[in-house]
Structure formats: C-alpha cells, structure tokens
C-alpha cells in the first residue's frame, strides 16, 4: 500500500510572518498522520525557524533545491547536507522553474538526487513536458526520457518520490485532465521498474494548478498517490482542504 503524500512547495514565498501558517498546517498534518504524509518546502531562509516551530509535528520540513556537492566553492549554493543540518527530511530535484531558469539538466538532476539520497534526504524527483511537446503528442516519449536520464543509480520506494508536473499547468489554472496523468503515472512506474526499481511501490504525485477544489477528483484515481502543491500550500485553508481530500 502506497500511502498519500501532500507536499507545499512554497517556492520564493514567505517571511517570519508565514511561521502561523505553517503551525496550522502542522495541526491539520497531524490530525491525518495515521493516513496521510504531509510537507512543505519554504524557503531555506524559513527552514531552520520552521523546524524550531513545528519540529515534532507530524509535517514534514523540505528544501526546494540542493547542489550536487556537499561542500565547495559554490558561491550562493546549498548542500544536501546543509539542508539536512537545518532540518530537512526531503528535498525537491529538478522542479521545472530550476530546469529552465537556472538551465538544469537531466544530469544536473541525477546527481542532486544522488546528493540528497547520500545523506538521507528524501527526494521528490519533478518531470514534465511543455506545451508544444504535449499538443504534438510526444508527451510520453519525452517524459520517460526525461525521467531515466534523471533518476539516480539506485533509489527506493522510501527515499525516492516522483512528481509529474507539465509545465503548462503549474500556476496556468489549468489543471491536467486525470485519465492524461493517469497514463503518464503508469508510465513512471514502468520506467522505474524497467531502471532496476519497483515502480508499483513508488509514489507518483501530480503537480499542476492543484486547489481545494480539485484535488478530491484528482484523489479518486489509485495511480495518484498524492500532489504536490504550489500556489494553494500558502495559505493553510486551502492546504489543509487538499490533504484532508487525501485522508482515505
Ligand atoms: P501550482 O500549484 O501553483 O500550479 O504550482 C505547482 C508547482 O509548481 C509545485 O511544485
């Protein structure tokens, strides 16, 4: 059984300010914690505060990005490992904004991966194709090429998620339709599987224009076993609304 996993990615958002947010977020996650996992990545300047906050709670704490060395002359940069001193317990890989902004590529991933798993962080792993890919019906081709050009060597069901999020539906409003993530889910698990994993035990989240509203329609489908949140994980309301559409 793969258990329900609801992930906030706060991306560059929050000040000591969002620290009353996160401890509601916390009371929801633990009100859930025998059925479903819950975290949130803020920001690394919030992390350490957020662990003095709501450490011991059952929300898990992230980072949203981490290098592939663990120390060095890398001006600007943070280790796996510094995030794991701060507190963390996982850490999102190759977001699409980290894939096109900062020019990441599928061995920049592979790596971080590689990075975070070394010392014990888990690691959500994010595909996802652009529009033009998709509307020339090449989305699959391209995702699990994507997807085994970045996965490390070796990962495990516990230490390895892996979020599908086109780019066209993060932060659009535009939410992929659920039989399309269905398929591509499927598709994960087998390239996982055909790289040495076990794709039935992993867990793959959506990620994409996920709200309150949604997120029981996208829940509905056993190949989604969770979602990972941008917009809507700022404000505790709308959060707590997807995990608890997550509690079976
Ligand atoms: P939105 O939920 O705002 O579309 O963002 C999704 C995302 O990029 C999460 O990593």
Redesign the pocket.
Known sequence: MRRPYIVG?WKMHGTADALTTLADIAACADSVAKQVDVGIAPPATLLHRAVSSVGGSALALGGQDCHSEQHGAFTGDMSAEMLRDAGAEFV?IG?SERRSGHRETNADVRAKAAAAMAVGLGCILCIGEPLDVREAGEAEDYLAGQLAASLPNSFTPDMLTIAY?PIW???TGHRAGRDDIVAVHRLIRTVLTGAGGDGAAQRVLY????NASNAADLFAADEIDGA?????SLKAESFNAIIRAAAP
């Open positions: 990615n999102i977001h999020e539906a993060i932060g990620g994409g224009s996920v990972l949140v941008g917009g809507a």
